[in-house]
């Protein structure tokens, strides 16, 4: 059992909230992934989104609770930086965004080369190591904010070296992911603005980051096609907004109560990425408006009892590492239901724990697992707490003794 109820009830909040996101991921990317034109054929069972997804929700419950057994303060820089796991973590997640890029090992899905292919006996396991960078790069900062806490206003001792590591990890996955890349960024600069760097450090690479952003824009007319066709939807609601206007079509058509599990027609070719971006639009067509609600729900309640924690805790460590693990879940959550909605332009940010894709369903799992464990490691069992109390009781007994007696 993952935690005492009796004095930790939020650790287990927070674990059925992401087991129940879990849950509805699951049903509904199996949902979406039915295809009318092919057979289910369990010979080729990895090859169905739904039966992957089903396949992944166990695994990825395995890591929730494993990641929740383990010591968070053992990943904490005690002495030097050579014996820090956060570290050798950013190292392999630096050298899978490298070894990504390379065509002999990367594979190429809808005209970005973000996989890997890891044959497991008869399957070949995609990889996306901006993922595992993602996480990574949170735990460093975490770590990084946590060892020089003292000297982190500092701009060049300090905010510029860990601005450099940012600008390798960001660098590397800008290549062939913008929207990923744009998001690591905001985190990293919101978790350092948390830390306690100062405001002017922070705004200090924005030039630089804009500059990037439109050298990209200019290099990929893709891109600014996107842009155009989220100001403009009308223009191009039949070419490069046709998944947006798509997405918005299955919202409305749902209604308040939906047409009713697996009743949804937009999964049958007519909006692209349905298991993965736009499940949440499949949730709308299906549950209408208050399923959409509920998995909103659902994230605020995350958010909620996230915040709990990191206000609980009272390791510094703690509060960094809780802090970025619940900006990476709700910031992510948010980018996605705006894009689903057309409150931002259209960008392949997957929904967590709802979304089709291993790699991110584990990675998540684990880092909440981590979140967890920060949860059961703030909480004071009653046993302890009645042991602290047991010398206070006792001077108070005696005290009362030594007053009868004179009197």
């Known amino acids: 059992m993952l935690t005492n109820a009796k004095y930790n009830q939020v650790a287990n ?6 087991v129940l996101l879990m849950a509805v991921g699951a049903v509904f990317v199996f949902s979406a992934g039915a295809d ?15 039966l992957r ?22 990943l904490r ?7 820090s796991p956060a570290l050798y973590l950013l190292i392999l997640s630096i050298a899978l965004l490298i070894l990504v890029l390379i065509p002999r090992f990367g594979t190429e899905i809808n005209y970005a080369r973000r996989w890997l292919r890891i044959p497991i006996g008869p ?39 860990i601005c450099c590591v940012v600008g390798l990890v960001v660098g590397l996955i800008v290549i062939e992911d913008v929207g990923t890349a744009a998001f690591v960024s905001l985190l990293a ?46 223009k191009y609601g039949g070419t490069v907004g046709y998944q947006a206007n798509q997405s918005l079509i299955a919202l409305g058509s749902g209604g308040i109560l939906g047409k009713g599990l697996g009743e949804g027609i937009c999964k ?9 971006d736009f499940i949440f639009a499949i949730i709308g067509e299906e549950l209408g408006f208050v399923g959409n609600a509920a998995v909103i729900l659902l994230f605020i309640i995350f958010m909620c009892l996230g915040i709990v924690i990191i ?35 259209t960008k392949g940010i997957p929904l967590p724990f709802v979304s089709a894709g291993g790699t991110s369903l584990l990675l998540s799992s684990a880092a909440v697992g981590v979140l967890l464990n920060i949860a059961r490691q703030t909480a004071v069992k009653p046993a302890e707490s009645k042991i602290q109390n047991q010398p206070a009781q006792a001077t108070i007994n005696s005290e009362s003794r030594r007053i009868l007696i004179h009197a």
């Open 268 to 276: 049958y070719g007519h909006l692209p990425e349905d298991t993965t």
């Open 311 to 345: 206000v609980r805790c009272k390791d510094r460590f703690g509060q960094f590492l809780a802090g970025g693990i619940v900006l990476a879940i709700g910031i992510q959550a948010a980018i996605n239901i705006g894009v689903v909605t057309v409150v931002l332009p």
């Open 53 to 74: 997804q089903i396949l992944f929700f166990p695994l990825a419950c395995v890591m929730l609770f494993s990641a929740a057994a383990f010591d968070y303060r053992k």
């Open 77 to 83: 820089l005690s002495e030097s930086w050579l014996k």
């Open 36 to 50: 009318l034109g092919s057979d289910l054929s369990l010979h080729k069972f990895y090859n169905y989104a739904g």
């Open 123 to 161: 399957f070949k396991v995609s990889f996306q190591p901006s993922e595992l960078a993602k996480w990574s790069l949170i735990f460093f900062i975490a770590v990084f904010c946590d060892k020089y806490a003292d000297s982190l206003k500092s701009f060049w001792r300090r905010f510029v070296p």
């Open 189 to 234: 600069f919101l978790m350092l603005i948390i830390a306690g760097a100062k405001w002017w450090h922070v705004l200090t690479p924005l030039p630089f980051g804009v500059l990037g952003f439109l050298y990209v824009l200019i290099r990929s007319p893709a891109r600014l096609e996107r842009i155009w066709a989220w100001i403009w939807p009308e």
């Open 13 to 18: 909040f927070t674990a059925g909230v992401v």
